[in-house]
């Protein structure tokens, strides 16, 4: 990962966390000369870690469900909607949410990846000219959140569009194709 390819609050958040350490080892210097416990100041040191280590994190996820979602592939997503390739490979991250979420029948998705779900289908509804590849991703993310009205019609219009990308649709969108008519 690169300083060009950051988000802003990715960078803030970096340059915070290494003023942070920066001033936790200042902290645990004069601690120590003073002869006084430092326990809480080391605390400090792993909160600026993990600040600092904060863009690189590739997953979001909660326990051990396996309920996640690439953080990588929907940046990629979300920064350029009409590449094909990203939209293939964020669709290919909500297969895999879907298929962690039907093992975990019964528990709610963990809350950040709702807000990533909210945050890519927000992003995409503002875009009225995406690929039939880019709507099928909204349309999945959009049933992944419960919204089934708008995951049908945002479904069948992509097909309407690209009929050869049907076959490729994940078995939950594939309830939600109209049948055709004869």
């Known amino acids: 990962?690169?300083?060009?390819?950051?988000?802003?609050?990715?960078?803030?958040?970096?340059?915070?966390?290494?003023?942070?350490?920066?001033?936790?080892?200042?902290?645990?210097?004069?601690?120590?000369?003073?002869?006084?416990?430092?326990?809480?100041?080391?605390?400090?040191?792993?909160?600026?870690?993990?600040?600092?280590?904060?863009?690189?994190?590739?997953?979001?996820?909660?326990?051990?469900?396996?309920?996640?979602?690439?953080?990588?592939?929907?940046?990629?997503?979300?920064?350029?909607?009409?590449?094909?390739?990203?939209?293939?490979?964020?669709?290919?991250s909500l297969r895999e949410l879907d298929d962690a979420v039907a093992k975990n029948k019964g528990q709610p998705l963990p809350t950040d990846v709702v807000s990533e779900l909210k945050t890519t289908v927000k992003a995409l509804s503002q875009r009225p000219n995406l690929p039939p590849e880019a709507r099928i991703a909204q349309a999945h993310a959009e049933l992944l959140l419960g919204n089934e009205v708008q995951a049908a019609a945002i479904v069948n219009a992509a097909v309407k569009a690209k009929p050869s990308l049907a076959p490729s649709i994940h078995a939950n969108l594939q309830t939600l194709l109209a049948a055709p008519t004869r």
């Open 1 to 92: 990962m690169t300083f060009k390819t950051m988000l802003p609050y990715e960078f803030v958040m970096l340059l915070c966390g290494v003023a942070l350490f920066l001033f936790a080892l200042g902290l645990i210097t004069v601690l120590v000369r003073k002869g006084k416990g430092f326990g809480a100041a080391t605390m400090l040191l792993a909160v600026a870690m993990a600040m600092i280590g904060f863009p690189a994190i590739k997953n979001l996820e909660i326990d051990s469900s396996g309920i996640k979602i690439d953080k990588v592939a929907s940046d990629a997503f979300l920064k350029n909607p009409t590449d094909v390739t990203a939209a293939n490979n964020y669709r290919k």
